[in-house]
């Protein structure tokens, strides 16, 4: 009898494996119009870059299944436990490209997120190796920060996330009114000249036709450094003597060694920015608010640097903004000491 029972069991086990339903796919097309095959219903996501994983950060952090370079403790203190704990798989884009295809394949996504920057060639190389490995390529189009709230509509219908998506898109859509609206009417000349310092000597920026200083153009003011792009990493090299030239009314800085030691010296006490107090270091907890890595943050840092620009016409409540963003898209509700240390010296 007993052994009978076991036959009975092993058999509808059996009937039961067999009849299981197989992975539902659907075909959807992606922000750059391709066609790709997805599981129906995705729970974990591989994205290839820091952007994208941002991106998919705010929209759902537990889809999440590597991170693309190692945690700094700053960025702990605002991230959630899990995504903290999260093995590093790396990146197939910028400097190194240190993508770990044996981790990668380990956490098994579903798919992987691509940012469809605008170097084809890159995308290309990458998803031939993801289409080796028969996962699933999804671009995504970040390369503005206007093309923000389709891209949240995209993720959510993608990912089943719609309603959460809705109130995202709602955000960036406001953000990028407001801050549109209250410079619309300035004229070229009224726009304050601004050079985005980069690196610890400062002496490194981007052109005003790059991606990574699309904000200060938004914000209503004037990159001193004109031209398209160079290349998409940017940080481009540039004498003081340049500097001096250019004489901006605006210094916005990334480094604090920068602030600390540099900005201090016998070089840029002459410099116009300098002289009248409008030396900003842009907020970057717990991802960059303006640039590297280009990302969801800068919602809030156009309408930061559109008040550092134009406080008069873009009158901003740094606290009580940074508080509704952070608890929106970080799901985190900063207390009065993290938020003074996330708008520290901004």
């Known amino acids: ?58 929209l759902d952090p537990s889809l999440i299944v590597g991170l693309n370079s190692p945690l700094n403790q700053a960025e702990k203190r605002f991230l959630r436990p899990g995504f903290r704990s999260l093995p590093v798989i790396g990146s197939s884009v910028g400097q190194g490209k240190n993508l770990n295809v044996e981790l990668l394949l380990q956490v098994k996504p579903d798919i992987v997120l691509v940012w469809a920057w605008q170097q084809p060639e890159i995308n290309a190389r990458f998803e ?18 206007r093309d923000y709230p389709a891209a949240f509509s995209f993720l959510g219908n993608l990912l089943h996330r719609a309603e959460r998506a809705k109130k995202l898109r709602h955000y960036a859509e406001e953000s990028l009114r407001s801050v549109e609206q209250a410079v619309a009417g300035i004229r070229p000349e009224q726009r304050p000249s601004v050079y985005y310092a980069e690196g610890q000597d400062g002496l490194a920026t981007e052109r005003d036709g790059s991606f990574h200083a699309e904000l200060i153009t938004l914000a ?127």
């Open 1 to 58: 009898m007993r052994a009978m029972t076991l036959r009975v069991i092993l058999l509808l086990v059996v009937t039961l494996l067999l009849c299981a339903p197989a992975v539902q796919a659907r075909t959807i097309t992606d922000m750059t119009g391709r066609t790709v095959q997805v599981p129906d219903r995705i729970s974990r996501v591989y994205a290839s870059s820091p952007p994208a994983t941002y991106l998919l950060y705010a």
């Open 128 to 145: 031939q190796i993801f289409k080796q490995l028969k996962i699933p390529v999804v671009q995504v189009r970040i390369d503005s920060l």
């Open 220 to 346: 209503g003011g004037s990159n001193v450094h004109k031209g398209q792009a160079l290349d998409h990493y940017g940080m481009e090299k540039v004498g003081m003597e340049q500097v001096m030239l250019y004489n901006p009314q605006v210094l916005l800085v990334q480094e604090d060694a920068f602030l600390q030691k540099e900005l201090k010296g016998p070089r840029w006490k002459g410099i116009r920015a300098v002289q009248e107090g409008r030396v900003y270091r842009i907020p970057r907890e717990p991802f960059n608010w303006f640039d590297r890595p280009p990302s969801f943050m800068r919602l809030l840092g156009v309408r930061w640097l559109a008040n550092r620009l134009h406080p008069t016409r873009y009158p901003f409540d740094a606290a009580k903004e940074t508080w509704r963003f952070y608890q929106l898209f970080l799901g985190i509700e900063l207390n009065s000491r993290a938020l003074a240390e996330s708008l520290h010296q901004s």
